[in-house]
């Protein structure tokens, strides 16, 4: 959209002039504003996603100035703003406004972006650029990386990304943007040497060095994840998301005790925060100080009632202590408040097992499959609760839907083989357990732990894991 800075000195005068709208429409007075005023306040409440303002201002605009051809413009800013982009695109169109002006281009690739017509809202943007100048057009460069991230061209979208940096504000969400486009690319390491280039650029950054710490996590070098990362402490003390992701690293890395170091550092620097305390309940729970571990998850759910992490917490907490009925309480709760967190899902499965609801884990497990078809997991949840259901057929099912997404999934065909073996249908298991040795030859040790003492046993299995012991050594 317009940026109102363009029209206006600073943000200081948008604001004035904004405040003064708002006045005249708080006291019901009439005040005068002259179209280009009026297409700033629109622009203003639009980026501030407040649409019925907007809808205000635009229609003062129309009253006061109906022959003024910018608001032929600030119509299809309104027309956009609810979600009518074809009629909008129409008022362009009929407009007499000057089409070479930014403005009409930036309210042209808006309508095309919203109508996905991504090729054409690029080139709107980019007359715009022009017609700016090249200058200041950030957030230009911006809508033009996301049309081309639209259309899969991920390293065009980085490079207008990159474009887009602005030093002073939004630094963490465009660095975001950035590692993301290197991510998709498969470009770790040219993440991580831009962001170390960003660094010598400003090595008081804490949003650069945070950054690099999160391509670390990326490719999973943990250690190096927290260097960089205890680099913005040490810049911003009072960084309370430096504190989350160190904390979150060495959890895990199975690092409790550091946890609990670096969470008692936050809070000397007053870094304190509900998601940190979560952090820190988690290490005092794995350390096995469940009384403490309760008490901290419950102070972070007074300082943030919706924050899901608490609320599985405990729920962790209560089936570690064999109470399905409480967990299965807090543990819906957390699901409520973060419904795409399939942890909480497969822990909800388990519990409801555990009362032999097993119906009712069926459901859960259809929704995993739902948010994630391509998660191995899910076939496995499945097929345990048919085996609980004592219905080995439908168990069977579960795993061969799976493979069917999943072909030669080594899990998955170790449990169709245990499934074969249970049902006494020796030669399909010794088949179907030889594709999965083929696989993961070290799969075969879970495999055994299904049933130890009847597998073991089972000279013929033996025999054949011996057989790919010895072609893989």
Known sequence: MFDDDNFLDDDMEVNELVDRFEKMVKQQQSCYFDADE??????????????????????????????????????????????????????????????????????????????????????????????FDYKDCEDLYNSIAIEYENMGDIEKALKYFILALRRDTELDEQYFEIRNCYSMLGKMDDAIEFFRSEIDRDPYSVSAWMALGNCYVRIGKLDSAIDQFEYAVAIDPHYKKGYIDIATAYNELDRFTDTIEIVNEALRYNAESALLLCLFGEAKAKLGDTEEAFKIYKKAMKMDDNLPEAYAGIGFLLSDENNPWSAIKFLKHAHTLSPYNTDYIYVLVEEYNKIEEHDIALRYVNEILDLNPYDENVYIAMMECYVLKDNPEKAMESLERGLRILPGN????????????????????????????????????????????????????????????????
Not at 51 to 66: C, F, Q, R, S, W
Not at 68 to 79: D, E, G, S, T, Y
Not at 419 to 428: G, N, V
């Open 38 to 131: 009026l297409n700033v306040i629109v622009e203003h409440y639009l980026h501030h996603n407040n649409i019925k303002k907007a809808n205000l201002a635009a229609d003062i605009a129309i009253t006061y100035h109906p022959n003024n051809p910018l608001i032929q413009i600030i119509r299809a800013k309104q027309l956009l703003a609810n979600s009518d982009a074809k009629e909008a695109l129409k008022t362009l169109k009929n407009a007499t406004f000057d089409h070479e002006d930014a403005d009409y281009q930036i309210t042209l690739g808006a309508c095309y972006s919203d109508l996905g017509e991504n090729e054409k809202a690029i080139k709107a943007y980019m007359k715009a650029v022009k017609a």
């Open 410 to 473: 080594a899990s998955l065909l170790y449990r169709k083989a245990f499934l074969y073996f249970a049902q006494d249908q020796t030669e399909s298991g010794l088949l179907t357990l030889e594709m999965a040795l083929e696989r993961d030859y070290d799969g075969h040790m879970e495999f055994l732990s299904f049933d130890a003492e009847n597998l073991t046993n089972n000279q013929a299995i033996m025999d054949l894991i011996e057989e790919y012991r010895r072609k893989k050594s």
